[in-house]
């Protein structure tokens, strides 16, 4: 007996490298979940896939990490299995067959993939697979070639809201809980699976061509919807028609949730983006959510309807994401906008190559500035070249045809060679292949499809030419104002105020130490619809004016700023370093800071009130055990800081 464990744990050592997907198919995952407050100590739940033998084979797999097993049954049969910890393994002479049907119980305890998180006077549920595996929680095929149609069965608490993919199909309210099952109609890669569980109201609109549109959002935060959502119909509509593939799920869901791990993530018909990007009216001046809604959106075709079969591939996810959000945004905001974009995208990436970090867009180990923006870039050169109209057909075929299924670059050239009718071979050797971005060839063509770029590129203040004075009174753009205070702050005059927005925050920005001929006109900056604008320009006028403090700090005394509270924040530092301010209490106010430690805060609050704690050398024993917990958290930027934070406190001694 010994010697055939050992010979099993050899095979399946070898034959776990190997593609399943070329032997099995699995068809349908159906799960149901008990996720009641009280019973998430650990993820129980019973699950029944669906799958198809293709040839024939001895065992078959899920992989599932750290998940422990009971009543496993194949085609109603209780069956042998193994669990190695990662994977489930099911031994058995497997011949040629459709709808075999496997069914077991399981208990997970996921360290990631799945987070159940405080959010100040509630708790929430929500998961990440890309990249965290959502095997980690739910039974399932980590192979993105693998895709399966999946239903999930939700028991929640009676007060919290579930969403996942798909349509909600049934619900039933009961006593203390409710049920809540979920149906979908195509296959998607088990990454693309999710669920979230919290307190949340909706807004509903229809697409032009009839898809319902669900926007969430906190109880609390109804005057965000608006500005967070602005311009998500009009997108959605403009990629439809813009792609030219229908939107090939039942429904989209966005839903923000506590201390995301991204900016967003383009789950099947359900984004879940970081609460951060909820924002009031002043907020969507500074940092909308409009780019990061678009990007997600386009996942849904690119990512999710063709899936990349490997790393290898992953622009064809993440630059058609990047590149089709442009469009939305330049549909929005104009031609200099989208140009613009790709300027700074094509300066980061010359950047990136001096200093010696660029790579081939089909190395698996590049960086998100490669995958993204010279994906996206691809995508801009090939289609100045190919034109519009071959262009778009070509996208649309190649929908079309790997609908549901698995692509890899090839894919993708071959259907635009096909109806441009010739070899697109040098276009790929130099635009994707090569370890270096062409940026020359992209700031050519950006001189050749713009003049507000050439007028960009032609006002430059380095030199600190006579000209540039008239450049901040006349003609230029404001993003070339913006670029000439950047090099020379000490050209802003009183009439460099009465320009745009970007104008004035870059006055904010880059003119710190502030000449009193231009006070009274920077104490207008503390007025601007910009919560940026307000934190410079408060800390500004602090520092450079002392006997004036106290009317800075009462101006400002109303303002929060962003969810991270960046000029509530800010405001009670310096109302605490402003002794003869006797406006409020001191300690209270101490005391509301050191609260922002705590856990049931959102992570970039926390690491504003600690860094500000440590700059007034006033972190106290709360705010260390805090920053003790913080060393624990889900996410790897704030564990991050904790321990860079503690080494700096323990260096102070």
């Known amino acids: 007996m010994k010697r055939l464990l050992v010979l099993f744990l050899l095979f399946i050592s070898v034959f776990s490298n190997a593609q399943q997907t070329e032997f099995v198919d699995f068809k349908i995952g159906y799960v149901e979940l008990d996720m009641r407050f009280d019973k998430l100590d650990s993820i129980r739940g019973v699950m029944q896939y669906t799958f198809?033998?293709?040839?024939?084979?001895?065992?078959?797999?899920?992989?599932?990490?750290?998940?422990?097993?009971?009543?496993?049954?194949?085609?109603?049969?209780?069956?042998?299995?193994?669990?190695?910890?990662?994977?489930?393994?099911?031994?058995?002479?497997?011949?040629?067959?459709?709808?075999?049907?496997?069914?077991?119980?399981?208990?997970?305890?996921?360290?990631?993939?799945?987070?159940?998180?405080?959010?100040?006077?509630?708790y929430q549920v929500w998961t990440q697979g890309q990249g965290k595996y959502t095997s980690n929680w739910l039974p399932s095929i980590d192979d993105v070639n693998d895709k399966i149609i999946f239903g999930l069965s939700v028991a929640s608490d009676k007060s919290y809201e579930v969403i996942s993919n798909g349509v909600?199909?049934?619900?039933?309210?009961?006593?203390?809980?409710?049920?809540?099952?979920?149906?979908?109609?195509?296959?998607?890669?088990?990454?693309?699976?999710?669920?979230?569980?919290?307190?949340?109201?909706?807004?509903?609109?229809?697409s032009k061509s009839g898809i319902p549109l669900e926007y969430y959002y906190y109880p609390e935060d109804s005057l965000k919807v608006e500005p967070t959502y602005r311009y998500s119909k009009r997108m959605f509509d403009f990629l439809e028609e813009e792609i030219g593939f229908a939107y090939p799920w039942q429904n989209y869901k966005q839903v923000p949730v506590h201390d995301f791990l991204y900016a967003g993530m383009e789950n099947t018909s359900c984004t879940i983006f970081s609460d951060a990007f909820m924002v009031d009216d002043i907020g969507f001046n500074d940092k909308s959510y409009v780019n990061v809604n678009a990007h997600e959106l386009a996942h849904q075709w690119f990512g999710d309807l063709v899936t990349?079969?490997?790393?290898?591939?992953?622009?064809?996810?993440?630059?058609?994401?990047?590149?089709?959000?442009?469009?939305?945004?330049?549909?929005?905001?104009?031609?200099?906008?989208?140009?613009?974009?790709?300027?700074?995208?094509?300066?980061?990436?010359?950047?990136?190559?001096?200093?010696?970090?660029?790579?081939?867009?089909?190395?698996?180990?590049?960086?998100?500035?490669?995958?993204?923006q010279r994906g996206a870039w691809v995508l801009h050169a090939l289609r100045s070249l190919v034109g519009d109209e071959v262009y778009k057909k070509a996208v649309k075929s190649y929908l079309e045809k790997h609908q549901f299924k698995n692509v890899e670059t090839s894919d993708f050239i071959k259907e635009v060679e096909r109806f441009y009718g010739k070899s697109l071979n040098t276009f790929v050797n130099v635009w994707i292949k090569q370890k270096d971005f062409p940026v020359d060839a992209a700031?050519?063509?950006?001189?050749?499809?713009?003049?507000?770029?050439?007028?960009?590129?032609?006002?430059?203040?380095?030199?600190?030419?006579?000209?540039?004075?008239?450049?901040?009174?006349?003609?230029?753009?404001?993003?070339?104002?913006?670029?000439?205070?950047?090099?020379?702050?000490?050209?802003?005059?009183?009439?460099?105020?009465?320009?745009?927005?970007?104008?004035?925050?870059?006055i904010s920005q880059y003119v710190r130490q502030i000449p009193k001929e231009l006070k009274d006109e920077y104490e207008t900056l503390l007025d601007d619809k910009s919560y940026i604008t307000i934190e410079n320009a408060l800390y500004n006028l602090w520092t450079s004016f002392p006997e004036e403090r106290a009317k800075y700090l009462s101006k400002t005394r109303n303002v929060v700023g962003f969810n991270d509270k960046n000029v509530r924040l800010l405001w009670i530092a310096l109302n605490l370093n402003t002794p003869f301010y006797q406006a409020d209490n001191k300690q209270g106010l101490f005391e509301e800071l050191v609260g922002y430690t705590d856990e049931r805060y959102n992570a970039d609050l926390r690491m504003n009130a600690f860094n500000y704690l440590n700059l007034m050398n006033a972190c106290n024993d709360t705010c260390k055990a805090n920053l003790e917990k913080a060393k624990s958290h889900h996410n790897w930027r704030m564990v991050k800081f904790a321990k860079d934070m503690s080494e700096k406190l323990e260096n102070k001694k």
């Not at 195509?186 to 693309?192: D, I, K, R, V």
């Not at 959000?325 to 974009?341: P, Q, S, V």
């Not at 700074?344 to 089909?362: C, I, K």
């Open 308 to 372: 990349a079969t490997s790393g290898e591939h992953h622009w064809l996810q993440e630059g058609f994401a990047t590149y089709y959000a442009l469009l939305a945004e330049r549909d929005i905001f104009g031609d200099n906008h989208y140009y613009f974009k790709l300027y700074e995208s094509a300066v980061d990436l010359g950047r990136q190559d001096l200093a010696g970090d660029g790579t081939s867009l089909l190395n698996p180990k590049s960086s998100s500035l490669t995958f993204y």
């Open 52 to 122: 198809d033998i293709l040839k024939p084979i001895d065992s078959v797999f899920l992989d599932a990490k750290g998940v422990a097993f009971k009543n496993v049954f194949l085609n109603e049969n209780k069956i042998e299995f193994y669990n190695d910890g990662k994977k489930l393994w099911i031994i058995n002479n497997f011949e040629v067959s459709s709808n075999n049907k496997l069914y077991f119980q399981f208990a997970s305890n996921p360290k990631k993939a799945l987070y159940v998180v405080d959010k100040e006077n509630s």
């Open 443 to 506: 700031f050519g063509l950006l001189q050749e499809q713009s003049t507000f770029i050439n007028e960009y590129i032609m006002v430059d203040c380095q030199a600190k030419t006579s000209k540039c004075e008239d450049y901040l009174k006349y003609y230029v753009s404001d993003e070339a104002k913006v670029k000439v205070i950047s090099q020379m702050p000490e050209l802003v005059t009183n009439d460099t105020f009465k320009h745009g927005f970007k104008v004035r925050q870059a």
């Open 168 to 206: 909600l199909d049934q619900f039933y309210s009961q006593e203390n809980d409710n049920l809540w099952f979920f149906k979908t109609k195509h296959p998607m890669s088990s990454y693309l699976v999710a669920l979230v569980i919290g307190k949340y109201n909706k807004k509903t609109e229809t």
